[in-house]
């Protein structure tokens, strides 16, 4: 029996390192592509995007060799807070892989404590170089605000959280693009939000050591489009 299990993990081992290799020769932009962008972030994300929403991701860093040395210590780019929105999923529309996105998700991307500490982490300990703030297009959490009404259980404080942001509230009622504005309103409140609320964020920022930028997606078009910049 102790033969049988020597020669089972034998062959998992063999088969991982075969599989490895050949995933490695055959997407030359898995790990060393990361590396060639590994100075310009923002290009590479938005490089990434481009794949997305033209259907030829090539879902980078997912070898064996990459996932056996993100194991070890993690080394993400940047920081993306967006919603929760089971459409928005950051490593998908930006083709990224294990250990490039410190991600942070809420209804509505909203800010909270937890939210701000986690980001300030990833600023501080894991030194990311860029942060994005992302909404989306036809946002539930915004949409729930500009329709109004009551919302049932703790559903009700994102909604009256969102109420308590200057540059949601400014929306016109009678804007006829009300809800997109508002989600633009919305990713700006927030990249104001980490300025103010967070000195170490701000420093970085004011030094030129993080770049901050607001972005939205599009559920139609695959896109997403820069909407605030810092």
């Not at 029996?1 to 997407?27: K, P």
């Not at 297009?137 to 909604?159: L, M, R, S, T, Y």
């Amino acid at each position: 029996m102790q033969t049988n299990i020597r020669l089972y993990l034998f062959l998992s081992l063999f088969t991982a390192g075969m599989i490895s290799a050949l995933y490695s020769c055959t997407n030359p932009t898995n790990h060393s592509g990361a590396a060639d962008a590994a100075g310009a972030p923002l290009e590479r994300l938005l490089a990434g995007n481009e794949r997305f929403n033209h259907f030829t991701s090539v879902h980078p860093d997912e070898d064996l060799k990459h996932r056996l040395q993100e194991a070890e210590k993690q080394h993400p780019f940047a920081v993306v807070l967006t919603c929760s929105d089971s459409r928005v999923a950051p490593e998908l529309i930006f083709d990224q892989g294990i250990g490039d996105l410190f991600v942070i998700r809420t209804a509505g991307n909203i800010i909270g404590g937890v939210e701000l500490g986690s980001i300030e982490y990833a600023v501080e300990h894991l030194g990311v170089r860029l942060l994005v703030v992302m909404g989306h297009e036809n946002c539930g959490a915004v949409k729930a605000f500009v329709e109004g009404g009551k919302a049932p259980g703790h559903i009700q404080d994102i909604i009256d959280s969102l109420n308590q942001e200057q540059e949601i509230r400014s929306i016109p009622l009678t804007d006829s693009h009300r809800l997109d504005h508002c989600i633009t309103a919305n990713v700006q409140h927030g990249m104001r939000q980490l300025l103010s609320q967070s000195p170490l964020i701000r420093e970085k920022a004011e030094k030129k050591e993080l770049q901050i930028i607001g972005m939205k997606y599009n559920l139609h078009d695959f896109k997403v489009e820069q909407v605030a910049l810092y």
